[in-house]
T-cell receptor, first 111, second 112 residues
Framework: EDQVTQSPEALRLQEGESSSLNCSYTVSGLRGLFWYRQDPGKGPEFLFTLYSAGEEKEKERLKATLTKKESFLHITAPKPEDSATYLCAVQAQGGSEKLVFGKGMKLTVNP | EAQVTQNPRYLITVTGKKLTVTCSQNMNHEYMSWYRQDPGLGLRQIYYSMNVEVTDKGDVPEGYKVSRKEKRNFPLILESPSPNQTSLYFC???????????FGPGTRLTVT
């Protein structure tokens, strides 16, 4: 069974304090790993897609990386507006177009 | 404006009373999907549709039905809702496959 585990469940940072969020996964072959951001009361918003180990994607203060067993979302010098819940999801190989999400990680950045 | 719309946004109903939550997208996307989000369980996929001809189960399809008669619409049907279907529901769409999905604003359903 495909599984996605995100850690920590919640994280509090001071503005400017860089950190990383972890997403570990167990799938029978990875087709794609996805990061989303969700603000309170809203639907998730797409951030990145990663396909193979070693791949990296960047957007403003966010950088996503991928290894064979996990992905990291690095947040550099975060600002209060980066506060949100970050979701990781995977699609396994094998013909299915199903998506499995982790439980999410709530990030709070204090000014 | 490119968007996914869901209706209603909030719904309180009683056990056993059939209901439909509508989902519509204006981006000509092939892939559409329904999720439910529960505290402590995260986002779980109910059904997805690759195109108007192909629909398949996600991880939690029991108690739900879907219909994809036209590309832009993907309604979620609860034939006989039960309290354990109380949840926050999201519809999403993407150009092809579950890549870069656009999510709707959510429908909060309460079944008493």
């Amino acid at each position: 069974e495909d599984q996605v585990t995100q850690s920590p469940e919640a994280l509090r940072l001071q503005e400017g304090e860089s950190s990383s969020l972890n997403c570990s996964y167990t799938v029978s072959g990875l087709r794609g790993l996805f990061w989303y951001r969700q603000d309170p009361g809203k639907g998730p918003e797409f951030l990145f897609t990663l396909y193979s180990a070693g791949e990296e994607k960047e957007k403003e203060r966010l950088k996503a990386t991928l290894t064979k067993k996990e992905s990291f979302l690095h947040i550099t010098a975060p600002k209060p507006e980066d506060s949100a819940t970050y979701l990781c999801a995977v699609q396994a190989q094998g013909g299915s177009e199903k998506l499995v999400f982790g439980k999410g990680m709530k990030l709070t950045v204090n000014p | 404006e490119a968007q996914v719309t869901q209706n209603p946004r909030y719904l309180i109903t009683v056990t056993g009373k059939k209901l439909t939550v509508t989902c519509s997208q204006n981006m000509n996307h092939e892939y559409m999907s329904w999720y439910r989000q529960d505290p402590g369980l995260g986002l779980r996929q109910i059904y997805y549709s690759m195109n108007v001809e192909v629909t398949d189960k996600g991880d939690v399809p029991e108690g739900y039905k879907v219909s994809r008669k036209e590309k832009r619409n993907f309604p979620l049907i609860l034939e006989s809702p039960s309290p354990n279907q109380t949840s926050l529901y999201f519809c999403a769409s993407s150009k092809q496959g579950p890549y870069e999905q656009y999510f709707g604003p959510g429908t909060r359903l309460t079944v008493t």
